[in-house]
């Protein structure tokens, strides 16, 4: 199993940045892809960015490309999440995810979930 861990999430005015980190324990060396997903209030779930285990490819939302920017520190076993820009349709639950596969399967249906962290952005 692996655990995922989220951090940094909070309360922002709009036009603000934040960074999230999200560190991954247990059998991290299965872990391909990692990426996260956020999920409104009364929305579903959506993907919003995606990393492959050599950092060289990326993979984002139509909705956060050009505001965002994931990276990864594999011998922290840590993703991060990079948001400028962000005005309140960023609003939502985040979630980390990791993928045995890549972010192809990522995208679909990750193998592991963390718990969350908020993100609010005031107008």
């Known amino acids: 199993q692996v655990q995922l861990v989220e951090s940094g999430g909070g309360l922002v005015q709009a036009g603000g940045s934040l960074k999230l980190s999200c560190a991954a324990s247990g059998r991290t060396f299965s872990v391909d892809a990692m990426g996260w997903f956020r999920q409104a209030p009364g929305k579903e779930r959506e993907f919003v960015a995606g990393i492959g285990w050599s950092g060289g490819s990326s993979y984002y939302a139509d909705s956060v490309k050009g505001r965002f920017t994931i990276s990864r520190d594999n011998a922290k076993n840590t993703v991060y999440l990079q948001m400028n820009s962000l005005n309140p349709e960023d609003t939502a639950l985040y979630y980390c995810?990791?993928?045995?596969?890549?972010?192809?399967?990522?995208?679909?249906?990750?193998?592991?979930w963390g718990q969350g962290t908020q993100v609010t952005v005031s107008s």
């Open positions: 995810a990791a993928d045995r596969s890549g972010v192809g399967s990522l995208r679909t249906r990750p193998d592991y």
